[in-house]
């Protein structure tokens, strides 16, 4: 299995499996973090013994995922809604809360949110002060770099369960070009019961499309983008979607990203998108689409050359050249 | 990957693969006997690989890769590629194991009926349970118990033991030649040597059985049997667990049931013939 | 100022074992396992009958065991970082 075009097949077509080599679709989903999603795929299917064993197990750890996922979402609440700070729960913790198809077979890793900025030292607090505490490593440099410049406070850690919250002011770093306007994304955000918040709908594939593209190095792409599809579809059902979603991409400065994650969710996973919101195919889709498949049947990353280039874009975007260079150059003396 | 390796052990299958050739001759050596995957279809992948590109040649180094990594693991000497596929295995099943309880623990097997060694690393339990596989009982597994959330019931994982320092000598006194790996010395652990199950062990690896009773082994003291609190069982076990939490409900419910149905004990032995005949006795007493 | 009263979650959530003196709990909101000595089982199931803070559960566990109140105060606290009862 050259590269992971399998594993897409397998999620975006699963009745056009036929004999494919097992061994390597299972690798490349755990690779790709998509193993609980290629699980809810194929459930129900006629399938060999040992697969059939090895997805239930998935689906029992993603049931896992959803339970841990909730319940640090429900100790920010306790932690934070007494200040009445509106928290915003942000990535896969947002998709469990909301109930979104894109929450099915979804693993979650840190708890993502989103505050206002002038209320962020005031979250910080509130957290420490129900068990949460600073990671020691994140100190001096790194620290003040974090601080200054990044969209994030350094990430807290709770003392007794050991998970992570990252604390976010806005949803890209404030050394990138696109300036999303993070007051509409909190003012905007729908509320679930319990009182914790979810992005608008256009506002999570906003997210979703500058997480993918604008804030990385596309490694990990393979299952953002399929958030992007699950997502999509469910949007999509209502008809004032498009619209909003052109209108709110333009807002936040983030067109070009949303446009490019349209075009890569319909070429890869066959999603509906409205054409004249993806905008005209590029030559250089063929990249992104070549970058994201970059991993072979034995979970190996493939096309260094080509990750290497996308590893540099994605340093570009965040910082200006100029800054990136004295970052690096500090870092390498540290 | 150029050279690679599929076993199944138990009810895991693994494939290993290398850009170095010695490491899966010596695997296959070591697991000469075992099957290969049914369906060709395998739970886990291991891969041995140059930790920088040049290492692949240049005072060859092996970085452990595959599903599951633990990221600053240091990369061993190409002449230890055997124990970088075995802790490979090891890594998988610590980190992705998620269909069994998995117990950090030996187990062997008579009449049916599994008989548990735990406890802290160190104190003799894989050895001891390899002595009592060739002493009329069956290995099931010298690392990891894997307990059935449904059924309650132990599953065979006869992986090769893995023999250290003083051990080593013990081990080559009870077994032929042929079942031994090459040893190993130097390594961040001492001196190592594998040992391939004996063939029954390999032939019965899809045979399960009912635990029956559960001991925490001490070798080195004066001989005593000593109870244990359910609760600290319990305890102990759970820290001996790499996914306990990962199975919620069916995982606390299938541990409660073993800590409170079985006899359990702590045996403390100064040489290994004491503890085999305090072993023959509790698991007397425990029918 | 009100003393907090504190509520803990619904029988059908909470699976207590108890084990030779202690009890194991596992908390299916948090997947979270948790070995606990009395008092804290009996406060946990003394908050099944509903909301109360800490001189309530007092009267409500002294109607069948001998309990002091600072043991009472001490067990809440704990239970609350826990996880495993909330402010009302």
Same mark, same amino acid.
Request: charged residues 25%; proline residues 6%.
């Given at each position: 299995?050259?590269?992971?075009?399998?594993?897409?097949?397998?999620?975006?077509?699963?009745?056009?499996?036929?004999?494919?080599?097992?061994?390597?679709?299972?690798?490349?989903?755990?690779?790709?973090?998509?193993?609980?999603?290629?699980?809810?795929?194929?459930?129900?299917?006629?399938?060999?013994?040992?697969?059939?064993?090895?997805?239930?197990?998935?689906?029992?750890?993603?049931?896992?995922?959803?339970?841990?996922?909730?319940?640090?979402?429900?100790?920010?609440?306790?932690a934070l809604v007494p200040t009445g700070i509106p928290v915003i729960l942000l990535k896969g913790t947002a998709f469990?809360?909301?109930?979104?198809?894109?929450?099915?077979?979804?693993?979650?890793?840190?708890?993502?949110?989103?505050?206002?900025?002038?209320?962020?030292?005031?979250?910080?607090?509130?957290?420490?002060?129900?068990?949460?505490?600073?990671?020691?490593?994140?100190?001096?440099?790194?620290?003040?770099?974090?601080?200054?410049?990044?969209?994030?406070?350094?990430?807290?850690?709770?003392?007794?369960?050991?998970?992570?919250?990252?604390?976010?002011?806005?949803?890209?770093?404030?050394?990138?070009?696109?300036?999303?306007?993070?007051?509409?994304?909190?003012?905007?955000?729908?509320?679930?019961?319990?009182?914790?918040?979810?992005l608008l709908p256009a506002d999570m594939i906003v997210h979703a499309a500058a997480h993918l593209l604008a804030d990385?190095?596309?490694?990990?792409?393979?299952?953002?983008?399929?958030?992007?599809?699950?997502?999509?579809?469910?949007?999509?059902?209502?008809?004032?979607?498009?619209?909003?979603?052109?209108?709110?991409?333009?807002?936040?400065?983030?067109?070009?990203?949303?446009?490019?994650?349209?075009?890569?969710?319909?070429?890869?996973?066959?999603?509906?998108?409205?054409?004249?919101?993806?905008?005209?195919?590029?030559?250089?889709?063929?990249?992104?689409?070549?970058?994201?498949?970059?991993?072979?049947?034995?979970?190996?990353?493939?096309?260094k050359a080509l990750r290497f280039a996308f590893y540099i874009r994605s340093h570009w975007l965040r910082m200006p050249?100029?800054?990136?260079?004295?970052?690096?150059?500090?870092?390498?003396?540290? | 990957?150029?050279? =690679?390796?599929?076993?199944?052990?138990?009810?895991?299958?693994?494939?290993?693969?290398?850009?170095?050739?010695?490491?899966?001759?010596?695997?296959?050596?070591?697991?000469?006997?075992?099957?290969?995957?049914?369906?060709?279809?395998?739970?886990?992948?291991?891969?041995?690989?140059?930790?920088?590109?040049?290492?692949?040649?240049?005072?060859?180094?092996?970085?452990?890769?595959?599903?599951?990594?633990?990221?600053?693991?240091?990369?061993?000497?190409?002449?230890?590629?055997?124990?970088?596929?075995?802790?490979?295995?090891?890594?998988?099943?610590?980190?992705?194991?998620?269909?069994?309880?998995?117990?950090?623990?030996?187990?062997?097997?008579?009449?049916?009926?599994?008989?548990?060694?735990?406890?802290? =690393?160190?104190?003799?339990?894989?050895?001891?349970?390899?002595?009592?596989?060739?002493?009329?009982?069956?290995?099931?597994?010298?690392?990891?118990?894997?307990?059935?959330?449904?059924?309650?019931?132990?599953?065979?994982?006869?992986?090769?033991? =893995?023999?250290?320092?003083?051990?080593?000598?013990?081990?080559?006194?009870?077994?032929?030649?042929?079942?031994?790996?090459?040893?190993?010395?130097?390594?961040?652990?001492?001196?190592?040597?594998?040992?391939?199950?004996?063939?029954?062990?390999?032939?019965?690896?899809?045979?399960?059985?009912?635990?029956?009773?559960?001991?925490?082994?001490?070798?080195?003291?004066?001989?005593?049997?000593?109870?244990?609190?359910?609760?600290?069982?319990?305890?102990?076990?759970?820290?001996?667990?790499?996914?306990?939490?990962?199975?919620?409900?069916?995982?606390?419910?299938?541990?409660?049931?073993?800590?409170?149905?079985?006899? =359990?004990?702590?045996?403390?032995?100064?040489?290994?013939?004491?503890?085999?005949?305090?072993?023959?006795?509790?698991?007397?007493?425990?029918? | 100022?009100?003393?907090?009263?504190?509520?803990?979650?619904?029988?059908?959530?909470?699976?207590?074992?108890?084990?030779?003196?202690?009890?194991?709990?596992?908390?299916?909101?948090?997947?979270?396992?948790?070995?606990?000595?009395?008092?804290?089982?009996?406060?946990?199931?003394?908050?099944?009958?509903?909301?109360?803070?800490?001189? %309530?559960?007092?009267?409500?566990?002294?109607?069948?065991?001998?309990? %002091?109140?600072?043991?009472?105060?001490?067990?809440?606290?704990?239970? %609350?970082?826990?996880?495993?009862?909330?402010?009302?």
């Open positions: 299995m050259r590269n992971a075009g399998l594993l897409v097949q397998a999620l975006r077509d699963p009745a056009s499996l036929a004999d494919p080599d097992w061994s390597g679709l299972i690798a490349a989903a755990r690779a790709e973090q998509l193993l609980g999603s290629l699980a809810v795929r194929l459930e129900g299917m006629k399938l060999p013994a040992k697969i059939a064993t090895i997805l239930e197990a998935a689906r029992r750890d993603s049931a896992h995922a959803r339970t841990q996922a909730l319940w640090e979402a429900e100790m920010a609440r306790r469990h809360a909301a109930g979104l198809d894109a929450h099915q077979g979804r693993s979650v890793g840190d708890l993502d949110i989103l505050v206002p900025r002038e209320r962020i030292e005031e979250a910080e607090a509130a957290l420490i002060a129900a068990g949460w505490e600073r990671i020691k490593s994140a100190e001096g440099y790194d620290d003040l770099y974090y601080r200054q410049w990044m969209h994030e406070l350094p990430p807290l850690i709770h003392r007794d369960r050991d998970r992570m919250i990252d604390v976010h002011h806005t949803i890209l770093p404030l050394t990138a070009r696109p300036t999303p306007d993070a007051a509409a994304l909190i003012a905007d955000s729908v509320v679930l019961d319990g009182g914790l918040r979810v990385g190095d596309l490694a990990g792409g393979l299952r953002n983008l399929w958030d992007i599809d699950r997502l999509l579809r469910e949007f999509a059902a209502d008809p004032g979607f498009w619209p909003t979603l052109v209108e709110r991409a333009r807002r936040h400065q983030l067109g070009n990203a949303v446009g490019r994650a349209l075009r890569l969710a319909s070429r890869l996973y066959g999603t509906p998108v409205d054409h004249a919101v993806a905008g005209r195919a590029r030559w250089s889709d063929r990249l992104f689409a070549a970058r994201l498949l970059a991993r072979n049947g034995w979970g190996q990353e493939r096309r050249p100029l800054m990136l260079a004295r970052h690096l150059w500090t870092k390498a003396r540290a | 990957m150029r050279n =690679s390796l599929a076993l199944q052990i138990g009810p895991v299958a693994f494939r290993v693969g290398s850009v170095w050739r010695a490491p899966i001759e010596a695997l296959a050596g070591l697991y000469a006997g075992y099957p290969a995957p049914e369906d060709g279809i395998c739970d886990f992948t291991v891969r041995l690989e140059p930790e920088k590109p040049w290492r692949r040649w240049l005072r060859p180094s092996v970085a452990i890769q595959g599903d599951y990594i633990l990221p600053d693991a240091a990369p061993l000497p190409l002449g230890m590629g055997l124990l970088a596929a075995e802790m490979g295995m090891n890594l998988q099943m610590a980190l992705g194991q998620k269909r069994y309880l998995l117990l950090h623990a030996a187990s062997v097997e008579k009449d049916g009926r599994a008989l548990i060694l735990t406890g802290e =690393s160190g104190a003799g339990k894989s050895t001891f349970a390899a002595l009592l596989g060739e002493r009329g009982w069956r290995l099931m597994g010298d690392e990891f118990a894997l307990l059935d959330l449904e059924t309650g019931m132990l599953r065979a994982f006869p992986r090769a033991v =893995s023999l250290k320092n003083g051990a080593i000598a013990l081990m080559e006194r009870e077994v032929i030649p042929t079942r031994f790996g090459p040893r190993l010395d130097g390594t961040p652990k001492g001196s190592i040597r594998h040992m391939r199950p004996d063939a029954a062990a390999i032939a019965r690896m899809g045979e399960g059985a009912r635990p029956a009773l559960l001991l925490f082994p001490r070798f080195g003291a004066a001989e005593a049997v000593r109870p244990v609190g359910q609760a600290e069982i319990f305890m102990r076990l759970t820290q001996a667990s790499t996914n306990y939490v990962a199975l919620g409900a069916a995982g606390f419910d299938a541990l409660t049931r073993l800590v409170s149905t079985i006899p =359990s004990a702590a045996v403390d032995y100064p040489d290994t013939d004491t503890a085999i005949g305090l072993v023959d006795e509790l698991w007397r007493q425990a029918a | 100022m009100a003393a907090p009263r504190y509520i803990a979650d619904p029988e059908d959530q909470v699976r207590i074992v108890a084990l030779d003196g202690l009890s194991v709990i596992f908390h299916a909101p948090s997947g979270m396992t948790h070995i606990v000595a009395p008092p804290t089982p009996e406060i946990l199931t003394a908050l099944r009958k509903g909301p109360a803070d800490a001189a %309530e559960l007092l009267r409500r566990l002294s109607a069948h065991y001998e309990i %002091e109140g600072d043991d009472v105060a001490a067990r809440l606290n704990e239970l %609350e970082a826990a996880g495993l009862v909330r402010r009302a």
